[in-house]
Structure formats: structure tokens, C-alpha cells
């Protein structure tokens, strides 16, 4: 048994507590991995926040992180003490029909055991003060030690920055996969991404490499548009500064309508006016933000039945063993970018900070 730091949430809309906590070994299957860095993310303020059904306490969030693994339990074999890795809250196992499946990345194998917050025997891996703490997202990198499951965890190159790599075990490549993978985006096309927060800039990075020729950022948070141009934004607007709906101004300025919309914020209003700003005939639009529970999302039928088409995404579309080491081996090639987005680095015992720091936008 480990005993480290870690950030624990012992009820909702409480902020987190540092904590001393005991990490169990890796039963069969696992493996425990020291995390050297985590980001913070929206889902993470979200269940923390009571709103999650899924939510249980007292549990460890976080779910951006890397490290290294420091030990591995029976029968695994794709990783070994030593590796640097990225803990990976949708696994793959390989087996399931949905891993088989090139449609989705979305493995079932361990999603009920996942969902409430413990490891695929049903039991938990953290005590804090003689208590049973509840994992998230099969991650809980808001710990210096975590135990996860051996098909949630991509070995990546060793010599990647972890302090910068983290942000792909979620952000990043859910907004560049939106764009590359679920929307397919093509050279020349007209496109619209609503929300310029971590996860509407890596939208924008992918529509950009996808060759898009126009790009509309949109946030009422007029601070955001010099990051969002950075990133390949051509123009940035705010609803805020038009008296009629946002979806009727981008049918305006783009003679019709975009070809591609995506919506970066879990606003259902939003996620409406992201599909009616798309064109008429061909124009698609992405749901990427993830909406409050029992919410539920309008138009009128007649915007589908005139070719719009209306997706939603969950981690971009990748396979996750399979494309986040070589999302890392991108990076490191330069084809995309991860330090641009990293804002503030702060010592684990400031993560409250940190929170305070995304929920202002900044």
C-alpha cells in the first residue's frame, strides 16, 4: 500500500481537500501509475458540482493526467513498471463489439463498474481515513497515485512532456477529434465552433489542419478571440452583439449557412442554434459540450428533413490505445499543438485555485 497526497471531493459543491490516502496494489489486470501531472476540466467542476447522476462521494476527480507506471498486477502485458503513460477514461479493450466495430470508440467492457466509481471487481483501490474513497472516469488523477485498469492506460514516448501531454487525455483530443474524425471537415469548407474555451480551440487547430477556409469563433467572452485567432479562428463574434439569434447572423455572413458547426459548452440553446446556423442541403453539425442531465435538445424537424445532419462526439472519435501515442508522436512532430493551450501551472496543493481559474474563463 502507497501513501501520497491526494485531492479528495468528500461531498458535493465542497471544494476538494488535500488529503493523505492509501493506494492498494494493482489487483489483476490493473495497474497503479505515479501521475506527474493533471489538468483540470469542466466534467471534472461538473460532478463535483452534484449536477452528475452518476456522481458518488467521497471520490478522487480528474481524469487529464500522465505518469509513469509503478507497478503492474497479474497479467498484464501491454505495459511495465517504467513506462510513461496516459490514463484513458473511455478504454478499448479490443474485445467488445464496439471496439470491433471502426464506427466508435466507445468500449463498453468495464462502462457499468466505471460509472460507479470503482474498479472493474467492484471494489476501490483508495482509503482516506479509514473510508472507502470512490475512483472517476476509471482515472482519479487528482492523486499522486492511481490505480486503473490495464485497458484504460496508452503507453506513450517516453521523452513527451507530461506537464503539456496530460491535456490529451482529454481536451485536446476530443475538440481535434470532433473536427478531424466525427465532423471529417474538408479543405476549403466553411466552418462555425461555439464555445472558445480548451475544448473549442482544439476544434478550431482542427478544422485549420483540415484546410477549412473560414473559421467562426463564437463566445460572448470577447477575451478569448485573440487565443481562438492563434488557433486558426478567421473571425470571432458574441451573440450578445446582434439583436436577432446567432444561427440567423452565421446564415447572413456565410450566404446560407456553415458547412460544419460545433457546439463546445453543453448548452442545449446553443447546441440548436450550432445546427440551424449549418447549411441547408449538406451542412453538419457536432454536439461536443456535455449538457446537464435530464436535458434534453429542440429544433424543427424541417432542419433535418432539408439534409442537415446532427452528430454528437465523445472523446473525438479516437480508439484510444491506439491513437493517443500517437497523438503524443504528433505533438512532438509539431502537426498539433498542446503548449499554447496550457495557461497557468500550479502545485497540486493550489488545484482549488485552479478551478476558480477555469471558472472565470481565465
Do not use: M, N, Y
Given at each position: 500500500v502507497i501513501k501520497c497526497k491526494a485531492a479528495v471531493a468528500w461531498e458535493a459543491g465542497k471544494p476538494l481537500s488535500l488529503e493523505e490516502v492509501e493506494v492498494a496494489p494493482p489487483k489483476a489486470h490493473e495497474v497503479r501509475i505515479k501521475i506527474i501531472a493533471t489538468a483540470v476540466c469542466h466534467t471534472d467542476a461538473y460532478t463535483l458540482s452534484g449536477a452528475d447522476p452518476e456522481g458518488c462521494f467521497p471520490v478522487i476527480l480528474g481524469h487529464e493526467g500522465a505518469g509513469i507506471v509503478e507497478s503492474v498486477g497479474e497479467g498484464v502485458t501491454k505495459v511495465k513498471p517504467g513506462d510513461t503513460v496516459i490514463p484513458l477514461y473511455i478504454?478499448?479493450?479490443?474485445?467488445c463489439k464496439f471496439c470491433k466495430n471502426p464506427k466508435t470508440n466507445l468500449c463498453q467492457k468495464i462502462r457499468i463498474t466505471q460509472g460507479k466509481g470503482v474498479m472493474p471487481d467492484g471494489t476501490s483501490r483508495f482509503t482516506c481515513k479509514g473510508k472507502q474513497v470512490y475512483h472517476f472516469m476509471g482515472t482519479s488523477t487528482f492523486s499522486e497515485y492511481t490505480v486503473v485498469?490495464?485497458?484504460?492506460?496508452?503507453?506513450i514516448d517516453a521523452a513527451a512532456p507530461l506537464d503539456k501531454v496530460c491535456l490529451l487525455g482529454c481536451g485536446i483530443s476530443t475538440g481535434y477529434g470532433a473536427a478531424v474524425n466525427t465532423a471529417k471537415v474538408e479543405s476549403g469548407s466553411m466552418c462555425a465552433v461555439?464555445?472558445?474555451g480548451g475544448v473549442g480551440l482544439a476544434v478550431i487547430m482542427g478544422c485549420k489542419i483540415a484546410g477549412a477556409s473560414?473559421?467562426?469563433g463564437i463566445d460572448i467572452n470577447k477575451d478569448k478571440y485573440a487565443k481562438a485567432k492563434e488557433f486558426g479562428a478567421t473571425e470571432c463574434i458574441s451573440p450578445e452583439d446582434f439583436k436577432k439569434p446567432i444561427q440567423e447572423v452565421l446564415v447572413e455572413m456565410t450566404d446560407g449557412g456553415v458547412d460544419y458547426s460545433f457546439e463546445c459548452i453543453g448548452n442545449v440553446e446553443v447546441m440548436r442554434a450550432a445546427l440551424e446556423a449549418c447549411h441547408k442541403g449538406w451542412g453538419v453539425s457536432v454536439i461536443?459540450?456535455?449538457?446537464?442531465?435530464?436535458?434534453?435538445?429542440s429544433t424543427r424537424p424541417f432542419q433535418l428533413v432539408t439534409g442537415r445532419?446532427?452528430?454528437?462526439t465523445a472523446f473525438g472519435g479516437w480508439k484510444s490505445i491506439d491513437n493517443v501515442p500517437k497523438l503524443v508522436t504528433d505533438y512532438m512532430s509539431k502537426k498539433i499543438k498542446v503548449d499554447e493551450f496550457v495557461t497557468h501551472?500550479?502545485?497540486?496543493?493550489?488545484i482549488n485555485e485552479a478551478f476558480e481559474l477555469m471558472h472565470t474563463g481565465k
Open positions: 478504454p478499448q479493450c479490443g474485445e485498469a490495464d485497458i484504460s492506460v496508452a503507453k461555439f464555445g472558445l473560414r473559421i467562426i461536443v459540450g456535455v449538457a446537464a442531465a435530464g436535458q434534453e435538445i445532419t446532427w452528430k454528437g501551472t500550479l502545485p497540486f496543493d493550489k
